[in-house]
């Protein structure tokens, strides 16, 4: 009797550690090229806008107020389905605004000029070079592109917050609840997320796939420009040329692709 | 063996039931959470670590704890320890499936915590946490089950546990490395951004833990028929000793490099803890009272006189096992979000869904530490009189 138990739970034991490690197997098989399978082969948009490195230019002198950031910002959230949350705490912002001391932390100095001081500076996602998001993440649920762009699986996330944490540009919200009865009009285009996943900025991916750009940089006449980091030839290129540009804490050595014209 | 956690008095029954009932209203609480999401914490977008991620540290530091009475025993053949190890493995046991239970509680979608395995990513520290823990968990239950079932039936465990045990022995400072790892390489924040991290956790981790160990030993003494033993809980003092000067002894090595560079994102976090910052220091009573418990542990423990007397002892061991626990459980992960990466600060204090909640967890891990504890006193009652020419206990 306390024999058989005993093998019934060793050949229980040997089975669940099979089920549990066999996904684990698989990652490490397919990535020994076995390569028979055939891949499915995704077509992309023949109007897709393509970079082999994205980056975005902001001409903050074309700003004033906070009142020519806020269409810019409403566009975004409009379009991603960005809940208006009434707690603070529990916000979600993919594109926002704040000061030049909070954004360029390490180059305030209490004697800098009036324009600057007040002047509101936007703030997302810097899409890095070397994402430390990325590197924290435990599913891969978030993850750099070869076009540079830094995305989010909501679908994967587990929701433990890593990535919030390791992010040093503060460009991460959590849904501590339910979003969707706070979105005001949902965009059907995009899909709304589900409380327990963190999201963020994603460079207008889905926009780029068919054509069109980013909703910040249509809404911002002219002020925002993305385009090919890689491509001398390019407009991001051209101004920051032309132009004497900053980024956010590049001594940590993220690599934002996010420069401010100031 | 597990049946002789059945069989007890009216006492004990309470006990269990108390716990049950704490645990009852814990995942309750944890059900509303499920439904309405991590928003009935004080978490926020700025602190978006809290209490139960705090608790995982501070845990993973007890349950690391543990190997403080098995290292001296198998490593250094100290005899005395025999009767004890197993009581440091069965608290590491408790512990570390209290830390799992964390984790768990944490994740904005539990259900989905199998990703971690389904798509292994060696790059995130988590990754290796999740490896750690559960190995942990894993040797010390083998081996604790093992050998308290060789003391039983009055033969030498068998051959294949040394090396686990050996293992487990290295295993427990690398959970606490881990989990300090999962901290200390982001980049973007200064307070946890200190090679110390790993050493200090250690060093905190190593008197918090025995010092749990030396009351859990008064509590059986008293409770039961089975003696720990004096010797066994006068040496484990002296651990406690050194690990709690060592442990302020690096603190202290890291307020002098924070406040002699004046580096403002590595300061501002100690300034929040310890005098506030912009109007803003709901912790600052809570630290001070940590140091002051650290620094009168110190007081108490390097006096012979106080250390060896056990009414002394046994409340040094509470007010340093409450010190560190502030220090890690409250100061340590909210600290390191305030200021945010921006440099605001917004505060955080866990509300009492998240307070219950936790106590739930706690219960559970007292629960399975009384029924482990149980097993073990109980067969240590059972063989005293054998006991001692036996060499595995």
């Known amino acids: ?262 | 063996m597990l049946e002789l956690a059945l069989k007890g008095d009216k006492k004990y029954w309470g006990w269990v039931i108390a716990l049950l009932a704490v645990i009852g209203v814990g995942f309750a609480v944890y059900l509303k959470q499920l439904d309405f999401g991590l928003g009935i914490t004080g978490m926020s977008r700025d602190v978006s670590w809290g209490f139960y991620i705090a608790q995982f540290t501070f845990l993973v530091g007890v349950a690391a704890g543990g190997v403080m009475v098995v290292l001296p025993k198998y490593l250094h053949d100290y005899k005395a320890f025999g009767r004890i190890t197993i009581l440091g493995e069965f608290l590491a046991i408790a512990a570390v499936t209290m830390c799992l239970l964390f984790i768990i509680a944490d994740l904005g979608q539990p259900m989905r915590a199998f990703n971690v395995i389904l798509y292994p990513t060696p790059g995130s520290v988590l990754f290796w946490d999740m490896i750690v823990l559960n190995g942990y968990l894993f040797l010390n239950i083998v081996i604790g089950w093992n050998v308290l079932e060789a003391e039983r039936n009055n033969i030498h465990y068998a051959k294949w546990v040394k090396p686990l045990i050996i293992t487990s022995i290295v295993w427990a400072p690398a959970i606490h490395t881990v989990t300090a790892f999962l901290y200390c390489g982001l980049p973007g924040r200064g307070f946890w951004m200190t090679a110390i991290l790993a050493p200090r956790f250690l060093a905190s981790a190593f008197a918090a833990g025995p010092a749990l160990l030396i009351l859990l030993c008064l509590i059986i003494r008293k409770v039961t028929k089975f003696d720990p033993g004096k010797e066994q809980i006068q040496s484990l003092a002296k651990i406690v000793t050194y690990a709690i000067i060592i442990n302020v002894f690096f603190l202290l090595c890291e307020v002098f490099v924070v406040f002699y560079s004046r580096i403002p994102s590595h300061m501002s976090h100690l300034q929040y803890l310890f005098a506030g910052l912009h109007g803003h220091g709901a912790l600052v009573p809570w630290m001070w009272t940590s140091m002051a418990f650290m620094a009168t542990s110190i007081v108490l423990l390097v006096i012979p006189a106080t250390r060896k007397h056990e009414g002394v002892l046994a409340f040094t061991c509470v007010i340093l096992f409450l010190g560190t626990w502030i220090d890690k459980g409250m100061g340590m992960i909210s600290g390191g979000f305030v200021p945010n990466p921006l440099h605001h600060v917004t505060e955080y204090m866990p509300t009492l869904p998240e307070i219950l909640i936790t106590l739930g967890v706690y219960a559970t891990g007292i629960l399975i530490l009384t029924i482990l504890f149980k097993v073990a006193v109980n067969v240590k009652e059972e063989v005293s009189g054998v006991t001692d020419s036996c060499e595995s206990c």
């Open chain 1, 1 to 262: 009797m306390e024999n058989s138990r005993r093998s019934f739970l060793k050949v229980a034991g040997i089975t669940a550690l099979g089920i549990g490690t066999k996904p684990v197997l698989d990652v490490f098989a397919s990535s020994g090229g076995h390569g028979e399978e055939p891949k499915p082969e995704v077509y992309s948009n023949e109007k897709a806008l393509t970079a082999e490195k994205w980056g975005m230019v902001i001409d903050t002198t074309k700003f004033h107020s906070a009142e020519d950031l806020a269409p810019i910002i409403e566009a975004c959230h409009k379009i991603h389905n960005v809940p208006d949350l009434p707690d603070s705490k529990h916000e979600i912002m993919w594109l926002w605004e704040d000061e030049y001391k909070h954004v360029f932390t390490h180059r305030e100095h209490e004697l800098i000029n009036d324009r600057i001081k007040h002047l509101p500076f936007l703030v997302l996602c810097n899409h890095c070079e070397k994402p430390a998001c990325v590197r924290a993440c435990p599913t891969k649920a978030t993850f750099k592109r070869d076009d540079g762009i830094v995305l989010m699986d909501f679908h994967r996330c587990i929701g433990c917050r890593f990535c919030m944490a390791a992010c040093p540009y503060g460009s991460r919200s959590f849904n501590f609840r339910d979003p969707r009865p706070f979105i005001k009009e949902e965009n059907k285009e995009f899909p709304t997320r589900m409380k327990g996943v963190v999201e963020k900025c994603n460079f207008c991916a889905e926009r780029l796939a068919v054509g069109k750009m980013p909703a910040c940089v249509e809404a911002s006449n002219g002020a925002i420009t993305v385009g090919d980091l890689d491509d001398p030839e390019s407009e991001v290129r051209e101004l920051l040329r032309t132009n004497y540009t900053i980024r956010r804490k590049p001594d940590l050595g993220a690599g934002p692709s996010v420069y401010y014209i100031v």
